[in-house]
């Protein structure tokens, strides 16, 4: 059973940066996909950024996010990465990882961080 936890979230003035980071436990991390989700209030839940298991044959944004958020990994750290840049207040959300063996599948989640971005 593999499991995540994200941390970094937080309050940050438009404009300002965080870096969010997911650990996984359970699995063989190489193995995996990441993805990274986010909820903002009273919309769905939409995938903003994935990423392969080795880290470069598949990477992929979520238009409204490119140029402006990074997704990584360190494999030797099981940790996934979304270093977000010229934050703004609709990217208030909950912010979440999930991951899974499979390309374009979901079957592990975090329990989410919250990211708040004031005008």
């Known amino acids: 059973q593999v499991e995540l936890v994200e941390s970094g979230g937080g309050l940050v003035q438009a404009g300002g940066s965080l870096r969010l980071s997911c650990a996984a436990s359970?699995?063989?991390?190489?193995?995996?996909?990441m993805s990274w989700f986010r909820r903002a209030p009273g919309q769905e839940r939409e995938l903003i950024a994935y990423i392969s298991g080795d880290g470069r044959s598949a990477i992929g944004y979520l238009d409204s996010v490119k140029g402006r958020f990074t997704i990584s990994r360190d494999n030797a750290k099981n940790t996934v990465y979304l270093q977000m840049n010229s934050l703004k207040p609709k990217d208030t959300a909950i912010y979440y990882c999930?991951?899974?063996?499979?390309?374009?599948?979901?079957?592990?989640w975090g329990q989410g961080t919250q990211v708040t971005v004031s005008p």
């Open positions: 359970g699995g063989t991390f190489s193995q995996l996909y």
């Open positions: 999930a991951g899974d063996f499979s390309a374009n599948r979901y079957a592990y």
